[in-house]
């Protein structure tokens, strides 16, 4: 019941560059609601990548970073590492549901 | 450092009800800013915002859960609760507790290791 779409999967050799994609509507991203990033391995806790738009949390690499426009937001990877292949999400609030809504998730396969 | 650790049994019969406990340490769950929410997993699939509650006891669900929900909070304990009834199979997922900062742009930034629920005969 993902209100935010993302593209099933990305890829890229180790050290280009890849973007994910999250697509909402004018009741969340469109209505100027902040968008968050998470990167989530298998069998581990989400970890928060950014948030608000394109903030890094302390300790999260500058080659992740975040962008916003108009209903759709963009999370970019530069220099991409085996370490980075995850999946991802983007969450932000919806106020039509009044709650939050996450992404349908990417898989980041490093080739 | 904020941990949450996810309690509870990992299976759970249908049309009963599931019961989880998130217990948070080095930290406390009174704060004006913090919010505590419940996300679920389920296998192959995205994650899902259950519902989120203030220390305060306000408390907010996805519409989806059509009031099957229900979230509480223990300030003495630091924890917080997910009770969903009427079970199905459809609710087996890696349910996950999280403290999100702020509501509305709210974002999570400690998790839980999440936890199993099986919804099985």
């Known amino acids: 019941q993902s209100v935010l779409t993302q593209p099933p999967s990305v890829s890229g050799a180790p050290g280009q560059r890849v973007t994910i994609s999250c697509t909402g509507s004018s009741s969340n991203i469109g209505a100027s609601y902040d968008v968050h990033w998470y990167q989530h391995l298998p069998g581990a806790a989400p970890k928060l990548l950014i948030y608000g738009d394109s903030n890094r949390p302390s300790g999260v690499p500058d080659r992740f970073s975040g962008s916003k426009s108009g209903t759709s937001a963009s999370l970019a990877i530069t220099g991409l590492q085996a370490e980075d292949e995850a999946d991802y999400y983007c969450?932000?609030?919806?106020?039509?549901?009044?709650?939050?809504?996450f992404g349908t998730g990417t898989k980041v396969t490093v080739l | 450092q904020l941990q949450l650790q996810e309690s509870g049994p990992g299976l759970v019969k249908p049309s009963e009800t599931l019961s989880l406990t998130c217990t948070v340490s080095g930290g406390s769950i009174i704060s004006s800013i913090y919010y505590w929410g419940w996300i679920r997993q389920p296998p192959g699939k995205g994650l899902e915002w259950i519902g989120t509650i203030h220390y305060s006891g306000v408390t907010f669900y996805n519409p989806s859960l059509k009031s099957r929900g229900t979230i509480s909070v223990d300030t003495s304990k630091n924890q917080f609760s997910l009770k969903l009834t009427s079970v199905t199979a459809a609710d087996t997922a890696v349910y996950y507790c999280?403290?999100?900062?702020?509501?509305?742009?709210?974002?999570?930034?400690?998790w839980g290791q999440g936890t199993l629920v099986t919804v099985s005969s």
């Open positions: 999280a403290r999100f900062r702020g509501y509305t742009y709210g974002y999570g930034d400690f």
């Open positions: 969450q932000s609030y919806d106020n039509s549901l009044s709650g939050f809504v």
